[in-house]
């Protein structure tokens, strides 16, 4: 309903747009700066104390039509809408209850959602002194404990600016994160010579098909229990996910002798239910510990990436294949996609050349 009613704002240049947190409402607008500073007119929101409902819509609407007459006319006072603010501080606790309840309104609960729950904003949250009121300064502390231009620190800065936001403080952190992927080097990786035999270790079969499927599709350890298992029983070599990180894709075998090999067809999938990702990939990670893998899970997805360049698969379908943007693709596994495209065009330019005249040549 209150799409409409914005629409409809928009279409008379109101300039005030009604905007839902949680079971409140609130409006955002340009509005001058709060008493106190002296930044310049910008966007910024006004707690409306009412609720998402019939009701609390109608006033919303009336409000919007007021503030937008005051801006219009330079009249605009911030006195009375900051006496609609709390009067009591609210806990870190009870902010983080209402965003956990809002974030799962806005999205459906799935092993997915769970995961990036947890990872992303719980744990995050969890750092905060849960007893004390938000605020912005302990928020700020909490990043500067992480390290700069860190995996860590990005998200820490995304988690934490998301919370102010919904609880209506005007938080931007996001200069304060510079994270990006980090270039892999040679001696991260295994040799497909360790991975064959690393594979050997694994007694239990179900596990061993799932160290088979990770290494043979660099998929994302959880993304083993995401397969189409239906298309792999059919004997299709490349295998379908259904849904993962980044959502479904098609992948295929790289070296497809490992799928045949291997006869990954046959379908042994170790008994998990109830999880969600994370839990998945922590399991995977425990058997690996436990059959003294000198690696871990991801390498076998790294190592996939760069088989696919050694083989000539095109980076953009690779890319495709992984879940990856191509940028993120080129950040990552840069130094051998840099090789790999220099080998390419030398062979390219010498494919009819005697190798010992190259040879003189040099």
Not at 112 to 138: G, H, M, V
Not at 186 to 204: A, E, S
Not at 279 to 288: E, S
Request: with cysteine; net charge positive; aromatic share 12%.
């Amino acid at each position: 309903m209150n799409l409409e009613i914005n629409k409809q704002l928009k279409s008379l240049n109101i300039g005030v747009a009604i905007r839902q947190k949680g079971r409140r409402l609130y409006l955002r607008a340009t509005l001058p700066a709060k008493p106190g500073s002296d930044r310049p007119p910008h966007q910024q929101e006004i707690s409306l104390g009412v609720y998402a409902n019939a009701d609390g819509l109608d006033f919303a609407k009336q409000e919007a039509f007021k503030i937008g007459a005051a801006i219009a006319t330079k009249s605009f006072s911030w006195d009375t809408y900051l006496r609609l603010q709390p009067q009591f501080p609210i806990s870190v606790k009870k902010w983080v209850e209402r965003f956990e309840n809002d974030y799962f309104n806005r999205r459906q609960r799935t092993p997915k959602s769970e995961t990036t729950w947890d990872k992303d904003y719980r744990l995050t949250f969890a750092k905060l002194p849960q007893d004390e009121p938000l605020t912005i300064e302990n928020c700020l502390r909490l990043i500067g404990k992480t390290q700069p231009n860190s995996r860590a620190r990005q998200r820490y800065v995304m988690a934490l600016g998301s919370l102010c936001r919904f609880a209506g403080y005007e938080a931007n952190f996001n200069g304060l994160s510079k994270y990006s992927p980090k270039e892999l080097k040679p001696r991260d990786l295994p040799d497909d010579r360790l991975i064959i035999k690393c594979r050997d270790l694994i007694k239990d079969p179900t596990w061993q098909w799932v160290y088979g499927v990770l290494a043979t599709y660099g998929l994302r350890p959880h993304e083993v229990f995401l397969i189409d298992i239906e298309g792999v029983i059919k004997m299709n070599p490349n295998v379908w996910v259904t849904d993962g990180k980044t959502g479904s894709r098609t992948v295929y075998p790289f070296p497809a002798e490992w799928w045949e090999k291997w006869e990954l067809y046959y379908v042994q999938m170790p008994s998990l239910t109830g999880k969600n990702n994370s839990a998945y990939g922590a399991k995977i990670l425990k058997q690996f510990k436990k059959y003294k893998i000198p690696f871990n899970p991801y390498d076998l997805r790294h190592k996939w990436a760069i088989r696919t360049l050694e083989m000539g698969l095109d980076v953009t379908l690779a890319a495709k294949q992984m879940g990856h943007s191509r940028q993120i693709h080129d950040k990552i596994y840069h130094r051998w996609i840099d090789q790999s495209i220099h080998e390419e065009a030398f062979n390219r330019i010498h494919e009819h050349d005697d190798p010992t005249s190259i040879a003189k040549k040099n």
